[in-house]
């Protein structure tokens, strides 16, 4: 099993994405990636910060 410090995300700041669970919040942007942790700045929905770990965005 892998260290959980190590995970990578493979999204990038300026991806475009949405989120699988919550379509009603639009696109959004990614800002920033570190680690497992992804904030994305959604259209209906602001800034959210997600874990890449449980959710996996969808590039659009």
């Not at 699988?20 to 680690?35: K, L």
């Amino acid at each position: 099993m892998s260290d959980p410090d190590t995970f990578r995300s493979f999204l990038e700041p300026g991806q475009w994405v949405t989120h699988p669970d919550h379509p009603e919040w639009g696109t959004g942007q990614v800002q920033s990636a570190i680690g497992s942790r992804v904030t994305v700045n959604f259209e209906h929905m602001g800034k959210v910060t997600i874990d890449a770990r449980v959710v996996t965005l969808v590039i659009c």
